[in-house]
């Protein structure tokens, strides 16, 4: 069924890992599926190709765009508004609410399964996963756990070993520079800031 589907979870949740097995899924089933992410996470190229990669080492090629692309159009374009395919996004919060009400636009003709951080590390909403909430018709949360044994929710930012609360909202990183973690275990670090 055609719909928007967003699923979020904090970092190291295996977000990436789930929208690859999803891929998977549906190629076995015969479908053609479009795999995209923002530009901005240009972290991974593997023999030159940019690819949507997991922590666990499992990679697919992608199509990237940048934040003035017009979604709609950029999928149409690539066929994919059509009978049989499938787009999948991978790190959706980096895209604009425009993009996003674009995504929607997309779901009426085929399903689009957005996945992604809820929240930035000041612990507010990135405007596309913000536009997700409002817009989506199916929303889930990938769950992960704090080192306490608590659910994480929040994606603290850390530079050289430190927990920092200003900055920039998008810093490209992963286990270097993120941990998910429940609130109570963030409030407490931020206490010794």
């Known amino acids: 069924m055609s719909k928007l589907y967003f699923k979020y979870g904090a970092m190291g949740s295996s977000k990436t890992a789930q929208a690859l ?5 549906y190629i076995q089933k015969g479908y053609d599926v479009l795999l995209i992410k923002p530009v901005i996470d240009n972290r991974d190229v593997i023999d030159g190709e940019i ?9 697919a090629s992608c199509k990237v765009f940048d934040k003035n692309t017009n979604l709609f159009d950029f999928i149409s374009n690539l066929g994919f508004i059509d009978n049989n395919k499938v787009v999948i996004v991978d790190e959706v919060q980096f895209c604009s609410a425009e993009q996003i009400d674009q995504l929607h636009d997309v779901s ?27 817009v989506a018709e199916s929303i889930s949360e990938i769950k992960s756990v704090c080192k306490c044994g608590r659910k994480a929710t929040v ?9 920092v609360c200003d900055g920039e909202e998008i810093a490209i990183g992963a286990d270097e520079s993120y941990v998910g973690m429940c ?7 931020k206490k010794q800031i």
């Open 21 to 25: 097995m999803t891929r998977f899924n």
């Open 108 to 134: 009426t003709k085929v399903p689009v399964l957005c996945y992604g951080l809820l929240t930035n590390f000041k612990t507010q909403l990135f405007e596309g996963s913000k536009r997700l909430i409002e």
């Open 183 to 189: 609130y109570t275990c963030y409030k407490e670090l």
């Open 155 to 163: 994606n603290a930012r850390f530079v050289d070993g430190k927990l």
């Open 51 to 59: 690819v949507v990669k997991s922590r666990i080492g499992i990679f």
